[in-house]
């Protein structure tokens, strides 16, 4: 594990937190096993297709870029990775977000997760093709770049998302699929509140 040199927040790393046959096992699976979806997403009030497949999976709603994600039930794939990220970031996850990046032209845009009903700790893991990630602090010219190999752990919490953008750029590189996982924290009153709006509208 290392501690990232970013000001203004706190980001750990753990390179091989999974050796490499557990990461294999696990890309299999998941790529098997999550029901992989292209979603639409509201960018400048324009409805676009999210440049991934994504899924959502856990106990809560999550809405973000006027798209609401209504969870899919745990897998035990799902859960077992969880119960050994939560082994060493002390705190009990309850919604994950699936990503694939079926090649180089998949990506993230630089954004922060920092929606009122996220808890400021994200765990992200990792498995399949290395790609670059950025940081960028949203008022001072400072940035950072890591590679995220396969079987890494990125974990970000404390202010990291109130003073950092972070994203998965595009590259031109021939590169093979990634799957990523972001474990969250979806505050139990957000949720409810998103239950209780759904049950009127029905």
């Known amino acids: 594990m ?60 999550y809405t973000y870029s006027g798209t609401t994600f209504d969870p899919l039930s745990w897998t035990e794939t799902l859960l077992e990775i969880k119960a050994r990220i939560e082994a060493v970031a002390g705190v009990n996850f309850n919604t994950v977000l699936c990503n694939l990046y079926r090649n180089g032209q998949d990506s993230m845009g630089l954004h922060s997760d920092n929606e009122p009903e996220l808890k400021e700790v994200i765990a992200s893991v990792s498995f399949g093709a290395t790609r670059r990630f950025i940081f960028k602090h949203k008022k001072k010219k400072l940035s ?19 003073h950092w953008k972070h994203g998965l750029p595009k590259t031109q590189k021939p590169l093979s699929e990634r799957i990523n996982l972001t474990y969250r924290i979806v505050e139990k009153k957000f949720w409810q509140e998103t239950a209780t709006l759904h049950n009127l509208s029905d």
């Open 2 to 61: 290392k501690l990232l040199p970013l000001e203004d927040g706190e980001v750990l790393l753990w390179e091989n937190f999974f050796d490499q046959q557990e990461s294999r096992n696990f890309f299999t699976k998941l790529l098997n096993e999550i029901d992989w979806q292209q979603r639409q997403i509201k960018i400048f009030g324009r409805l676009v297709e999210q440049p991934r497949l994504v899924a959502w999976y856990g106990e809560a709603s």
């Open 144 to 162: 950072y770049e890591i590679e995220l190999t396969s079987g890494s752990l990125l974990l970000m919490q404390g202010t990291t998302q109130h």
